[in-house]
């Protein structure tokens, strides 16, 4: 009954964390959305033990506390992957940025001395293109 | 050869300082039909202002993007100002630039020319695991390109526009996807490779590591490298805008 209450706590205060986080918009949907259904499922487990002796029957799992962790792996390694996805795309955007930034500042540059160059009369600024 | 064409040598840099301004001084000496831009990719040391005193045109990046994403930038600048032609140059003064011209040649037969070590010119030599590495990137690129390649690893690269276009494109910045997967990605597309035989100096500054297990990590990461292009998807290159015709 305790290891009920510990865990049915656990989920809570985890919703409630990611409810504030939510809120604040620290924290974006896409992201919470897994961690408000982990929550979720962890709730339904402590509210309902039977539930896990069942769903271990129904796959064949001896012990149902192995069923559990497979699924929490299962569910980590998702998390993980899906960050790890984000992450990538991040670096590609950025990547495209700094390329986009560094090519405006250049051309920018090359105005201005072009500019320059025209009210000053003359002398050749930079080494110009074309 | 003097032509109409316009070109673009690409140098990029990070952290060259010291040598830099010797191979720009040099290379503007050699190749006078050319633009230079050197992509200073998030130096901390004053590279872009030694390139910009050697009398380079500098393109600075933010943050350091490492080769791959220097050469894309540069390619991506390539094109919008409307080259014809560019070619990657190594800022450390590997490459020489009385070569140039000779690589830039390689391009009136063939949408990608190499300038490579291995074909008869120079005295390159490797052994063990790297030149393990290289034979098996050379015979997966012969098979490929439908020709010759002996080494496909080399910076000294030059592309036509079609190929500058593919480049915007598909330009890794991983670890030998500026060299490896940009190739065989642009060999997929339906790109063509010829190969010129160059003489390759010393770099100015530091040498290649040639520790064992480094060279054994490099095998590795090229047939990584190797097995992630070859299994992508073939997207053909695109064709050219038209406008290009009157020029």
Redesign the interface.
Known sequence: MTSQLVFGAVAVVVAFVLFRLLRAGRIREKYAALWILIGVGIIALAAWPGLMVELSHLFGVAVPSNLLFFAAILLLLGVALHLSLEASKLEDEV?TL??Q???I??DLD?ARATATAASDDGTDP??T?? | MTSTLRRLVIMPAWNEESVVGSTITELLRVVTDADLLVVDDGSTDGTASAARDAGAHVMVLPFNLGVGGALRAGFVYAWEHGYDQAIQVDADGQHDPTQVEAVLAGLEHADISIGARFAGAGDYRVRGPRAWAMKLLSSVFTRAAGVQLTDVTSGFRAANRRTILQYTRHYPAEYLGDTVDSLLTAIRAGLTVVQVPVAMRPRQGGEPSHAPWKAAVYLLRSAFALLIALTRERTPARELPTRRAAA
């Open positions: 990547r700094a390329e930034v560094a090519l500042r250049t090359d930079d080494r293109r074309g």
